[in-house]
């Protein structure tokens, strides 16, 4: 089984080719502003590297979330295009637990961290054992030390929000935070195919109206939208 994995949550975004269960190629890009300039070069290039045609995958991964509003579009975006063009099935993938997944099986829980701005992060935390990943912690948005709060024992932290906000949490927690001795064995959109392949017979989907992006908070055009719209209705009531 060959399934395609996009993963745009984040400005490193990646793009992977799983077939039978083992990555043939995959593509990472340098965290840069616009994921559009980008993202449909490395499909191509990765799919040329995995000496594959976009027909003859059987499916599709994307990250639904969190992440990036924009980069999440855009990915999603992409998915539909290729699911419309092929009638393939496709399955959405948390983002936090693709990043989760390449990690290499480890002794400490996963906390997956991804910088939302703002002074906040998205999070999660993951154990894993045999390759299986089950939540400890859901995924959620708050600040670096809400998140200190909710950690108390010795836990693996990856993402850009541990990088982000590394001196923070070392002075928080100490030795309860563990950084990784080396770097993630895949890209993001690889542990999404790898999650995918796993979830395929059972939660596969070939209705777009399925897909559903999670941004966990509201974009700055919806915050923005609601504070006008309360500022008219209080100023329509005086």
Known sequence: ?????????????????????????????????????YLLKMVDQTLKEGESRLDEVDGFAVTIGPGSFTG????????KG??????????????????????????????TVFDARKNEVYAAVFESQKNVLSPLIRESVLSPESLCEKIETPTLFVGSGAER????????????FVEPGTPPKFSSAAGAALLASQQFDHQKHFDL?????????????????????????SNYGN
Do not use: W
Not at 1 to 30: F, H, K, Y
């Open 1 to 37: 089984m060959r399934i395609l994995g996009i993963d745009s949550s984040t400005p490193g975004c990646s793009v992977a080719l799983l077939n039978n269960d083992t990555i043939v190629a995959e593509q990472i890009a340098d965290p840069r502003p616009s994921h559009s300039k």
């Open 72 to 79: 999440l579009r855009i990915g999603v975006s992409l998915l």
């Open 82 to 111: 290729f699911v419309l063009a092929t009638e393939k099935p496709f399955v959405g993938i948390n983002s936090l637990e693709a990043l989760a997944n390449t990690i290499d099986t480890t002794e400490h829980p996963i906390c």
């Open 165 to 176: 906000y590394r001196e923070l949490f070392e002075k928080s927690l100490g030795s309860r």
């Open 209 to 233: 109206n399925q897909l559903k992006i999670n941004y966990i908070r509201k974009s700055e055009a919806e915050l923005s939208l609601g504070g006008s719209l309360a500022e008219r209705r």
